[in-house]
């Protein structure tokens, strides 16, 4: 069974930065590319960034575009998603999530993963 783990979720100032992590099987990293979305209170589920199985290639929501940076290290089963200049429009739970489509004109679209994790929070405050 596909299992994702999120952590490093928190509380910070708006213009702070927070690390996120996500951890799965050794399984899990190897055959697929994986995903961020997030969740702000009331609203839908929204992709905010990608990366290839093999880490070489990214993509990015415009909201998020030079602020955010996700990478991966297969090595360690692990995901990030490094977010600095935090803005309250950030705050939201944070998913992350693994696709085994290798077409990144699927990444954006939740409907394209099919493992997710629980979720961790992210409070931005001004």
């Known amino acids: 069974q596909v299992q994702l783990v999120e952590s490093g979720g928190g509380s910070v100032q708006a213009g702070g930065s927070l690390r996120l992590t996500c951890t799965g099987s050794?399984?899990?990293?190897?055959?697929?590319?994986m995903g961020w979305f997030r969740q702000a209170p009331g609203k839908e589920r929204v992709f905010v960034a990608a990366?290839?199985?093999?880490?070489?290639?990214?993509w990015y929501a415009d909201s998020v575009k030079d602020r955010f940076t996700i990478s991966r290290d297969n090595a360690k089963n692990t995901l990030f998603l490094q977010m600095n200049s935090l803005e309250a429009e950030d705050t939201a739970v944070y998913y992350c999530?693994?696709?085994?489509?290798?077409?990144?004109?699927?990444?954006?679209?939740?409907?394209?993963?099919?493992?997710w994790g629980q979720g961790t929070q992210v409070t931005v405050s001004t």
């Open positions: 999530a693994a696709t085994e489509h290798s077409d990144s004109t699927y990444y954006a679209r939740m409907a394209s993963y099919s493992y």
């Open positions: 050794e399984r899990t990293f190897r055959s697929n590319s």
């Open positions: 990366i290839s199985r093999l880490g070489y290639h990214t």
